[in-house]
């Protein structure tokens, strides 16, 4: 079994505004989930979508599996977003204070092997 990610890297905030359902103008109706003890990682790596087209990602967000609290289906919550047609945005405040707002690209549960669990979860942010 893999050691979870170091608390000390885990000191920033994630807001998540998950689309949940449409109004009656077709609108997206969204519902916020705040997770704690994440890390959040600049980047410009290039990653393939569901759509199978490149985009570049600006951040990587990490959501550890036992030291990141509430734990979410974050696979469950892209799937529900792109059958709705609507976009995931998480707010995220670093421990220094600074708080960005970005759009959910990508998400990757990495499991813990040999366990069944998910180790961490990364999600791909433009």
Same mark, same amino acid.
């Not at 890297?9 to 994630?14: I, W």
């Not at 077709?26 to 980047?43: K, S």
């Not at 990587?60 to 792109?82: H, K």
């Given at each position: 079994?893999l050691?979870? /990610?170091? *608390? !000390?890297? %885990?000191?920033?905030?994630?807001?998540?505004?998950? #689309?949940?359902? %449409?109004?009656?103008? @077709?609108?997206? &109706?969204? $519902?916020?989930?705040?997770?704690?003890?994440?890390?959040? @990682? #600049? +980047?410009?790596? +290039?990653?393939?979508?569901? *759509?199978? $087209? $490149?985009?570049?990602? =600006?951040?990587?967000?990490? /959501?550890?599996? =036992? =030291? *990141?609290?509430?734990?979410?289906?974050?696979?469950?919550? @892209?799937?529900?977003?792109? +059958?709705?047609?609507?976009?995931?945005?998480?707010? !995220?405040? $670093?421990?220094t204070? @600074? *708080?960005?707002t970005?759009?959910?690209?990508?998400?990757?549960?990495? #499991?813990? &092997?040999?366990?069944? =669990? !998910?180790?961490?979860?990364? /999600?791909?942010? !433009?």
């Amino acid at each position: 079994m893999l050691r979870p /990610i170091p *608390s !000390v890297m %885990l000191k920033d905030t994630a807001v998540f505004h998950v #689309p949940t359902s %449409l109004d009656k103008y @077709q609108e997206a &109706v969204y $519902e916020d989930f705040t997770v704690n003890n994440v890390h959040i @990682q #600049p +980047t410009n790596a +290039t990653k393939k979508n569901v *759509s199978n $087209e $490149e985009v570049v990602l =600006r951040a990587l967000l990490f /959501i550890d599996g =036992r =030291r *990141s609290a509430p734990n979410y289906d974050y696979l469950a919550w @892209q799937v529900a977003a792109e +059958t709705i047609g609507a976009n995931i945005t998480v707010d !995220v405040t $670093e421990c220094t204070g @600074q *708080s960005m707002t970005y759009t959910v690209e990508t998400v990757d549960a990495l #499991p813990d &092997v040999p366990a069944t =669990r !998910v180790h961490h979860t990364e /999600i791909g942010l !433009v």
